[in-house]
């Protein structure tokens, strides 16, 4: 995988990340779209990038590190 695929992930996660700053700072909340949106875009991002690289790892451990996040802040 190249430094482009690395930046369009990045530039996309940032624009959810902002849309979702915007959401919590007008109506304090967060859209359950922008949630979700980001939760598939990161798991179909995470897929690109092993089916490309030949390596599952990089899905396996995108998936361990969101169900970990989503516990920390549960709890």
């Known amino acids: 995988m190249g430094a482009g695929f690395e930046v369009v992930a990045f530039g996309i996660s940032l624009i959810g990340l902002l849309l979702a700053t915007r959401s919590d700072l007008k109506e ?17 991002l995470f897929g690109i990038e092993g089916v490309f690289s030949n390596n599952w790892n990089h899905l396996v451990l995108g998936i361990v590190a969101g169900i970990g996040t989503f516990i920390a802040g549960y709890l």
């Open 28 to 44: 304090r909340i967060v859209d359950d779209k922008v949630s979700y949106g980001l939760i598939v875009a990161g798991a179909i």
